[in-house]
């Protein structure tokens, strides 16, 4: 049967192409491809036994073992998923690890339910390679950081201008030992991907990203990508305190309180938050000495109690100290290590906002006169 192919053209991410994944949910959940839902072929028990079969017998009998798992209602299941999808997704592609065996299998009973739809050749490996490949050219982009103390709103300042790209939005996680996101953490995999998708919509456009370290949370910035971040020029956001720490509140305190009771429910919600806040404390013992963590922890469970009955502002009695006395100094000493660093301008946050729109628009400019014939 000749089963249709296209191949691993990034286009099928920029224009946000339902993907059909039939690899297994383990591998799934390892990394898949943006825009890709699973439904698999076999589940992992039924791939962990065809996966011994393949080593012991070959392909032929772990073939025929496949098909002995995955038949009868089983499969007339797993098909009516699929055409479920392309129902509502008529242009939907099919692809597994490699572009072989099962992502072809998968077309197969397709084609016998009057479904023809392509699979990706190469697989998801292909389309990973062809996305990496254009993480590593996109480091070649003009680039600019944004930096500045901790509370002012450079993550905001990133999203508000149309070349941005969030680092700290692709690893849901707000780049501190307090910016854990109440929902899983992605993949190393899929934060790249992430990443990359977003790449593609900035193809060829000066960038814009937060100053970071190489680390975000779980997630690993890809090193070229952090080489360039490095290298680029900076403006740095200045801002006074109580801004600040309006800031971090409503980062920290508002805006997380809202995620955990809409997914959790109040009871719950509340609990886990307060896990949260009282862990991420804890883990910064060594750096801030004995008796400064046993204070900050008093005036943090005063705080919760105070929340409590509704003054969720009282939550600055700890987060003012832990800014002045540990997030500032660490900022400064960072800047101290590095005085060859190049900051474009320094002001408040709509100054560098308006900062960053002119050094894209002129890197916009520079870029298109290299492009003209001489």
Known sequence: MNLPLVEP???LLREGRVLIDVRAPVEFAQGALPGAVNLPLMDDEERHHVGICYKARGQQAAIELGQTLVRGGIKSARVSTWQRLIEAHPDAIVYCFRGGLRSEVAQQWLMEAGIERPRIRGGWKAMRHALSEHIEASAEQPLLSVSGLTGCAKTALVQALDNGLDLEGCARHKGSAFGR?????????DFEHAMGLRLLALTGQPLV???ESRHIGAANIPLSFWRSMEQAPRVRVD???????AQIRQDYIDDLWTIYQSHFGDWLGWTLMRKQLATALSRLAKRLGHSRLVRLQRLQRLAFREHER???QAHEAWLAPLLTEYYDPLYRHQLEKHPERVFLHVGDWD??????????ANA???ALAER???
Do not use: F, K, Y
Request: negative net charge; hydrophobic residues 40%.
């Open 9 to 11: 053209d990034l286009a």
């Open 209 to 211: 990203v937060e100053d």
């Open 239 to 245: 801002m006074p305190l109580d801004w600040r720490l």
């Open 351 to 360: 100054s560098c906002l308006e900062a960053a729109r002119a050094w894209s």
């Open 310 to 312: 509704g003054n969720r």
């Open 372 to 374: 003209l014939p001489a």
């Open 364 to 366: 916009t400019r520079e």
């Open 181 to 189: 996101h109440p929902l899983p953490a992605p993949s190393q995999i």
